[in-house]
């Protein structure tokens, strides 16, 4: 946890480059002297810090789920981390727990440990490694089956929710729309849709 601190807190994600496409060197020693990177720079160089005090850490390549990023097969668009201990391994993401874009492109540093080693089965809602045995799941996901599961992040499951249906983002209704979830710390609810099409919201 000291090294993902360190690598969130003090890594600056390098907005300009990323939205440019000029992605400057990524090495470990760069990003250590400049502070600012993109996920490459933030995964390796955990991955750096974790070999120099004798840690197993490992960086991944894979998809990730964004707005400001498109999919295309064989071509990843995100870099994150594995860390064995004690013989298992768990996952991080630095780079999404040291902040995000706003609507304007720019990068609003906010530390937090969303990605700090969350199951294997909630990463994979927005993170797709290119070896599939990094998913760690009995029955590892296609490019198809990761892009077309709902938007949900690592906080909608820390809160005890799960989602039973619909299983697709995408999913067609005459009439009702139906969400149903398990709610096992029994919290209050409230939720709001908008119209496909327009932006008239209600309340469900």
Known sequence: KALHDYVAARIEYDAPAFLSGQIPDQSPERIFTTRKAVCQGYADLL????????????????YARTSFSTIRE??????????????RWYLLDATWDSGNL?????????????YLMPPPDVLIYDHLPIESDWQMLQSPLTLTEFEQQPDLKPQFFSAGLRLVEPTNYRTEVNGMAKIQLENLDRQWILADYVEKDSSRTGEC
């Open 47 to 62: 991955t750096a810090l974790g070999q120099a005090i004798g840690e197993d850490i490992v960086t991944i390549s894979g």
């Open 74 to 87: 064989g071509e990843p668009n995100h870099a994150w981390n594995a860390v064995n201990l004690s013989g």
């Open 102 to 114: 706003n609507e304007s492109g720019q990068w609003v540093q906010q530390y937090r440990t969303a």
